[in-house]
């Protein structure tokens, strides 16, 4: 490989594994034999950075991911990837501090909904995705409008996060939840659905939906080797 992948993982360490595991599972299918991805993982505390996000310390949390951010380069990093969409919202800070590229979840995922086509889309994600305009926004950049589930179905998905997802759960009552507001979604026109945190393909994939599923984690993992083996 060209450049080294950088990886700020640990939100969570079970969406991590994921990302570890197709950017491998990736490399192999790109260049065969046995390839793996050459790439520098540090993974920070969930539980600090979950603290951060109660108390609205986006700043404090910006910092921790900032000084990752660094360690990651220092290691050899050639491009690095903050492994989560929640704490996107901070990625601006994190950009500053690097001297090498920070490849965007947003934007890698806004780009694969434009060449499929589409121009709305639902979004699933943690109340913080969802709710404050740092995703809904970058999207608009794109050309690509977002739709969100009404309350309570908002509090449901970010409920089963938190409480299951991050924590190794799988529930099948949550998958047909999920289910039901994918399908909510695209009765409200969203084209597309994106799967805007990264555990989220723990539990709902393409076959869960009426509607084409853009999960970000894939598209974030095969952007940056697309970056990577050029």
Same mark, same amino acid.
């Given at each position: ?7 700020? /993982? ?25 390839? =793996? ?7 920070? +505390? ?15 949390? /910006? $910092? ?18 903050? =492994? ?22 947003? +934007? ?34 794109? &050309? ?12 449901? @998905? ?10 190794? $759960? ?16 695209? +009765? ?5 659905? @994106?799967? &805007? =945190? ?9 076959? +869960? ?22």
């Amino acid at each position: 490989m060209r450049r080294t992948i950088g990886l700020i /993982g640990g939100m969570s360490w079970e969406s991590s594994a994921e990302y570890y595991r197709l950017l491998n599972e990736e490399t192999r299918r790109r260049l065969g034999g046995h390839h =793996c991805a050459r790439s520098v993982l540090l993974t920070v +505390d969930f539980a600090e950075i979950e603290a951060m996000q109660r108390a609205g310390d986006w700043a404090g949390a /910006g $910092r921790v991911l900032a000084e990752a951010a660094t360690t990651v380069e220092r290691a050899g990093a050639g491009l690095v990837l903050l =492994c989560t969409n929640t704490m996107h919202q901070v990625a601006d800070a994190v950009e500053a501090a690097l001297g090498v590229p920070l490849v965007h979840i947003v +934007d890698a995922t806004a780009r694969r909904v434009v060449a499929a086509g589409l121009t709305r889309v639902g979004l699933l994600g943690t109340r913080f995705t969802m709710e404050m305009d740092f995703y809904r926004d970058r999207m608009r950049r794109h &050309g690509v409008e977002v739709v969100v589930p009404d309350e309570p179905e908002r509090t449901l @998905v970010h409920d089963v996060i938190y409480q299951e997802l991050t924590r190794n $759960r799988v529930e099948s009552s949550s998958r047909d939840a999920y289910r039901r507001i994918m399908a909510g979604l695209a +009765d409200r026109g969203a084209e597309g659905i @994106v799967l &805007g =945190c990264t555990e989220i393909t723990l539990l709902v994939g393409p076959e +869960d939906s009426p509607v084409p599923v853009f999960d970000s984690t894939r598209v974030h993992v095969e952007t940056a080797l697309d970056l990577a083996l050029t």
